[in-house]
């Protein structure tokens, strides 16, 4: 029996029997609206039920108290009865399939933002500042434990109501309950502080009251860490005691076990990794807790492929595998494993888009998948079209190739020209740069999966119009990608860009500034990339710091690397000219705020302005196609068919960089969303 | 004078091929006691040989053609020739009958030689075959000539007479005299063994088909077979039969991959054994694949395994019964097969390859795998399916099988069990009460866990009230349906595809979609060749609305994917994969579907690597066939 096959034995805690092994944690994707998981947020973990997951968990951090908002992240307050009707709602429509749902309930404590919401201040252990919301809490008295015990045990009954199966407090990230468990927060001297005894107390009595509100036969579990990984944090010895502890007076029925804690910038990045970090780093901390305790143990971190999922079940390191960013990507996992078509799978690269967005204010979406959140208005499964068209695709990247895949699974006859010999388009390229080569899984997938539903992939032909009108297609679709900008400054023909130098079509010279007019991965990577092949790299910013625009789970990974590999950063320096100067460059830079300038002598200066569209051919062919290469947007946004008909010619659209230089997730979902109703 | 000279000739080389038969008939009168009804043998005689083997014979068109001319003509040549010898008779009407048989026989005699010699299937023996038409067409011709002449009244000068009448003599004498070790030993051996068949109700005067292994008495002092005298002498007779013509090396799925076995030399090997001292030298015919030719000797009180069989022939079959299917004598090598390994596991516990272990987890399980049996049920935890020991009573018992382990099967038993819903079927399962059926412990030779796991999974059965029992597995359909009788199961036993036939002729389902691409069906052997079952699947098929493609080898005459009878377990290696020679069929018919019913046929089919078709259990295309359009 291979490994895999142990994910899909099924679970038994307590009456609750979980179809397997495979469960996606409780997260905030941003999708509640007024607090209540509405529609779009149902919907989401709907398709995981259908996609044959055994657990979803939804709500990350849902709050139970008034003085922990729900605002920030668009999170769920289970603070009132008004939420019920939503679980319900939410419950049927998760067991119509077969999952088990649950929720995670917690207080956030001093990590969250008091000008919110109700403005009541924050609360903690001890009125120590938190760096991560950057609140100053109030120090907890024995009315305030009272009130908010009695809270969790009510948010605990409405679970219970709502017909969820179970829930699980947080005691992970830094919410209340381990803020008194760490001594690194809790500085009291009454019985909940001091001893670890007296710091799992508060822990210990809100388990109490949720047992009592809801009874034994009743799921609850925990969040924790297995170990804070920090000086002052709680040790791996303290989290096993405080797990079996807690397990041993019958308070859990489950332990949901990650590594680390989320206080500061690289923690975040370390809580949730990324594609810089090997798969299952924390493995090992459920692994040893399950030794100590006698109920279920689940561990989310990077579990990415059903292989280690499968391994980790099956050697027995844990009972239950969460593989959250794994049905982000791919809500059918679980299914195709079923159904023998594992190479189907859209494995998570880790580029950790999803969770950075929301850090930024977003909603939670996949860099590859542009259905995962939209599952209102696309298709996780693309339906067969009615109709059989002939579709040229020209540009293998990931635009190109998701629409060359979407109309391949509509049942259209596909052809993609790609000039270049490989397929990949800029992922090739920025997957070049040292950690985020993984990013090429998008590619690779997308390339599998089109040739597999048989698109004819002609490699290393560069299209032209008469070779696509060879085809009598019905529909063209132009995914020609951008070309790196030299930016407008003086003397822009001097630089280099990243392209130049990823690509080695420029070697790097002994001593490089490089100018990031973007703030994102690319300008980072590169001089990640530059200083590892010996150049002295100074990175120079407009933005108030390097890869501004990169998110809170891959800057600090960015940032730790620049330092390590002692690249200069400088940001608040805009750049305004380049000139030679004997056989040397000058780069001026002006400073943001001061206006004052300054001047950089170097071999070479590399820039990194994003791309222009490659639209030649999208000019050629513009006056001969049917709607003069005119995208009807309003038919698009609402996700009706283009209107657009043949009388002889094509129809003729762009999408991905080759209109405006976006992103990896804007020309795959630019794709997805054309190409579903072709 | 010349009517005397063939006619004693004739009644001397009859008499002598009857003694020597009789001699000869104390080779295969060696073996052990077996219960015969002679007289209802002889009896269905005439009838089994014109309806039953003729079945077998006009499957080529040709071969019953010139089977018919020559014996026809020579068997009325004998009697003619022989009444020759009345004076009285010698009429020129007589010897004009005889010129027509001669005639015949010769024509036939014609076709003969055109076969062995110019046109050559590879399947052939030579050796003594080889003169067979030459005795064929001397006779034949000689005798013709002569006949013709004495019907002119006798024209031809006397030296020329009488050398035509030696020269018929030789043909004679070859002919009649081949009943020792020539190609006539057929005709009586055959004759004899229609008569006294093993399995009687095989033959149109019986049931049609009997496919059923025998129970086993497991108090015997010597279980199964070990030396040639160990089978029943009417099986003995049976391999003496063989007329060595190789149509079930043709069928045979293992000879095609070129696995250690061919069925034909099989039986040759245990012909030979019959002889104290003898060795396969004399065999003319194809070898088992990989194995030398001349090695083999044995002896009828000699261990057959070992000197005279290699284990890795006896452990490479299927048991798929192509070549009981495809023999025109009748002989049933699968159970020759079974005896064979019922002694090397029940007596000796030479049970090779992985097989071994499975048997220890069967005896200590009562599943190959030696999982815990309540986990049969794993795959179905959101399916929520109604156990009888809970619901006491139901319409259909579905029967999971062991597939309910394997990853492949759940997929296609979900399936089943969703188009079970859908269509309002009052059904049940067993859960942790159901046991492995049996079906690879026995075709491993196993026959005592077999009885073991038949006696227990009976008694759980009649605990409960059921209509019928359905399955997946056509393994478990056979044993189940067949071979659980003798221990006291009496209830219908239906496959699912013919169940899913009834559901959709009654409206209870409904197809609304329709596959794109071709669909090949394989047949699997248990419920084609094993249960004469190869419509329902087709029909099936065909009200779903898919566009179906014969493989040139299906229906009774299907090829096997390689996974019966513990041959996975035994793994005997080959040139190839069985189930890549099959898939190679499937893939000739440029189907982009190949179907299957059977949870073995699934697992050894999509284990095929490479570009190949889709391997679909017959309910998922149902059950995608009765989805609506997403």
Redesign the interface.
């Known amino acids: 029996?291979?490994p895999v096959?142990a994910l899909?034995?099924?679970l038994k805690i307590k009456h609750l029997?979980?179809?397997?092994r495979v469960m996606s944690t409780s997260h905030a994707p941003s999708y509640g609206s007024d607090g209540k998981p509405k529609e779009r947020y149902q919907l989401y973990h709907a398709e995981k039920a259908k996609g044959g997951i055994g657990l979803t968990m939804f709500g990350g951090s849902s709050s139970v108290a008034l003085d922990s908002p729900a605002a920030p992240w668009n999170q769920i307050s289970v603070a009132d009865d008004s939420v019920v009707p939503f679980f319900q709602e939410f419950a049927d429509r998760v067991h119509a399939?077969?999952?088990a749902l649950m929720i995670q309930l917690t207080h956030m404590g001093r990590r969250t933002k008091w000008d919110t919401e109700n403005w009541l201040p924050t609360m903690s252990a001890s009125p120590k500042r938190e760096p991560a919301s950057r609140t100053i809490p109030k120090e907890m008295e024995d009315t305030d434990i009272r009130r908010i015990v009695a809270d969790y045990a009510a948010a605990a009954r409405r679970c219970k109501e709502g017909g969820l199966d179970g829930f699980e407090l947080s005691a992970a990230h830094g919410h209340l309950i381990d803020q008194f468990w760490s001594p690194s927060v809790n500085k009291r001297t009454d019985k909940y502080g001091g001893s670890l005894e007296n710091r799992m107390r508060f822990g210990i009595e809100v388990f109490e009251a949720c047992r009592e509100a809801v009874g034994d036969d009743y799921v609850i579990g925990i969040r924790m860490s297995g170990d804070e990984l920090i000086d002052d944090g709680l040790t791996h010895e303290d989290c096993v005691t405080i797990a079996r502890t807690y397990a041993e007076r019958g308070l859990i029925d489950f332990a949901n076990i990650l590594g680390g804690q989320a206080r500061d910038h690289l923690a975040h990045a370390i809580i949730l990794p990324n594609m810089s970090f090997p798969v299952a780093p924390f493995l090992y901390l459920p692994s040893a807790i399950k030794r100590e305790v006698d109920i279920p143990v689940f561990h989310a971190q990077r579990v990415t492929d059903l292989n280690t999922a499968g391994r980790a079940v099956a050697e027995g390191h844990v009972d239950m595998v969460a593989m959250t960013r794994a049905h982000i990507a791919d809500p059918h996992l679980v299914r195709k494993?079923?159904?023998?078509r594992m190479d189907d799978i859209r494995q998570c690269v880790g580029a950790g888009y999803c969770i950075d967005r929301i850090y930024a204010g977003g909603d939670a979406l996949c860099i590859q998948n542009a259905a995962t959140g939209r599952e209102r208005t696309m298709?996780h499964?693309i339906?067969?079209a009615a109709e059989r068209k002939r579709v040229v695709v020209v540009g293998g990247g990931p635009g190109g190739l998701e629409a060359a895949r979407v109309c391949a699974e509509r049942?259209h006859s596909v052809v993609l020209f790609e000039r270049n010999a490989a397929t990949g388009g800029q992922i090739s390229i920025a997957a070049k740069a040292t950690w985020r080569e993984a990013l090429t899984g998008i590619t690779r997938w997308l390339t599998q999966q089109a040739t597999k539903l048989g698109a004819d992939l002609r490699l290393g032909v560069e299209a032209t119009p008469a070779m696509i009108e060879a085809e009598k297609p019905d529909v063209v679709i132009l995914a020609t990608g951008g070309h790196p900008s030299h930016g407008d400054v003086k003397g822009a023909e001097l630089a280099a860009t990243t392209w130049d130098m990823l690509t080695g079509a420029v070697e790097p010279a002994d001593n490089i500034l490089l100018y990031d007019g973007t703030g994102q991965h690319h300008a980072s990577s590169c001089a990640e990339f530059l200083a590892k092949r010996g150049a002295l790299v100074e990175i120079a910013t407009a933005d108030r710091m390097i890869a501004e625009e990169v998110g809170a789970t891959n800057q600090p990974i960015h940032l730790r690397e620049l330092y390590k590999l002692g690249v200069v950063m400088s940001p608040n320096l805009q750049l305004t000219e380049i000139y030679r100067e004997g056989n040397k460059l000058v780069a001026v830079l002006r400073n943001e705020f001061t206006h004052e300038e300054e001047e950089r002598l170097v071999d070479q200066v590399v820039v990194e302005f994003g791309t222009l569209p490659n639209e030649g051919l999208f000019l050629d062919l513009k006056e001969r196609s049917a709607n003069r290469g005119e995208m009807d947007l309003r038919a698009l946004v609402e996700g009706r068919p283009q209107p657009h008909r043949g009388n002889g010619h094509a129809a003729l659209y762009r999408i991905g960089d080759g209109v405006a230089g976006r992103n990896i997730h804007a020309a795959i979902y630019d794709a997805a969303r054309l190409c579903k109703d072709l | 004078m010349i009517a005397t000279t063939l006619s004693l000739i004739v009644i001397a080389t009859l008499a002598s091929g009857l003694a020597l038969a009789l001699i000869q008939a104390r080779r295969w009168r060696a073996g052990r006691p077996a219960a015969v009804d002679v007289m209802a043998g002889l009896r269905a005689l005439p009838r089994r040989y014109l309806v039953d083997v003729h079945a077998v014979v006009a499957r080529d068109r040709f071969n019953s053609r010139f089977h018919a001319l020559t014996a026809g003509g020579f068997l009325a040549s004998l009697p003619l020739i022989v009444l020759l010898g009345v004076p009285a008779l010698r009429h020129w009407t007589v010897w004009g009958l005889l010129s027509l048989a001669l005639a015949a026989m010769l024509a036939g005699g014609l076709m003969v030689g055109w076969r062995r010699r110019v046109k050559q299937p590879a399947e052939l023996s030579g050796g003594r075959f080889s003169r067979l038409p030459f005795a064929l067409l001397a006779y034949a011709t000689a005798f013709l000539v002569v006949a013709l002449d004495q019907a002119a009244g006798g024209v031809l000068p006397s030296w020329l007479a009488l050398a035509l009448v030696l020269v018929g003599a030789w043909g004679c004498a070859e002919l009649v005299l081949g009943v020792w070790k020539g190609p006539l030993k057929h005709a009586v051996h055959g004759a004899l063994h229609l008569v006294a068949h093993p399995r009687p109700s095989r033959f149109h005067d019986g049931a049609g088909r009997d496919s059923a292994l025998k129970p086993l008495d497991l108090e015997a002092q010597h279980l199964g077979a070990e030396r040639p005298v160990d089978f029943a002498w009417n099986r003995l007779l049976g391999f003496d039969a063989c007329v060595q013509c190789g149509r079930c090396e043709t069928a045979c799925p293992a000879y095609a991959a070129g696995l250690p076995l061919n069925p034909k030399k099989l039986i040759q090997d245990l012909v030979t054994g019959l002889e104290s001292g003898a060795t396969d030298l004399s065999y003319a015919g194809h070898g088992h694949p990989g194995r030398p030719i001349g090695t083999a000797h044995g002896g009828p009180a000699e261990p057959v395994i070992g000197g005279l069989i290699h284990p890795d022939t006896l452990w490479a079959c299927t048991t798929c019964r192509a070549c009981v299917q495809e023999c025109p004598m009748m002989i049933e090598h699968v159970d020759a097969v079974i005896d064979l390994r019922r002694f090397q596991t029940l007596e000796l516990g030479a049970t090779p390859g992985k097989a071994a272990g499975v048997l220890d987890e069967l005896r200590a399980t009562d599943n190959p795998?030696g999982r815990p049996l309540s986990?049969r049920v794993?795959?179905a935890?959101?399916?929520d399916l109604p156990v009888l020991a809970e619901v006491r009573e139901c319409d259909v018992l579905l029967w999971l099988g062991d597939g309910a382990f394997e990853?492949?099967t759940?997929?296609s038993l979900?399936a089943l069990v969703q188009l079970l819903r859908r269509a309002g079927v009052d059904f049940a399962v067993l859960g942790a009460e159901e046991l492995d059926c049996g079906d690879v412990a026995r075709r491993l030779g196993d026959e005592a866990t077999f009885q073991d796991l038949a006696r227990r999974n009976v008694t759980t059965l009649r605990r409960y009230r059921f209509n019928h029992i359905v399955t997946a597995d056509p393994h478990a359909l056979h044993t189940l349906r067949n071979e659980y009788k003798p221990f006291g199961l009496d209830a219908p036993v239906i496959h699912h595809t013919a169940f899913l036939l009834d559901l959709l002729r009654d409206g209870r389902l409904e197809a609304v979609s329709q596959a794109?691409g071709g669909v090949t069906y394989h047949d699997p052997c248990y419920l084609g060749r094993y249960n004469g079952e190869i419509d329902a699947p087709r029909a099936l098929l065909d009200a779903i609305g898919v566009t179906r493609v014969e493989m040139e080898r299906s229906g009774m005459r299907s090829s096997c994917c390689g996974g019966g009878g513990g041959a996975p377990l035994t793994d005997v290696a080959g040139e190839r994969r069985i189930p890549d020679v099959r898939m190679d069929h499937a893939r000739a018919t440029g189907a982009a579907i190949v179907a299957v019913a059977c949870p073995n046929c699934a697992l050894m089919l999509?284990g095929v690597v490479g570009p190949r078709p889709i391997v679909a259990e017959i309910a998922e295309l149902v059950l995608a066939a009765t989805e609506s359009?997403?």
């Open positions: 029996m291979s096959e899909l034995r099924p029997t979980i179809r397997n399939h077969g999952a494993l079923m159904e023998g298709p499964v339906p067969k049942g | 795998g986990r794993d795959w935890v959101d399916l990853l492949r759940q997929r979900r794109a999509e359009v997403r």
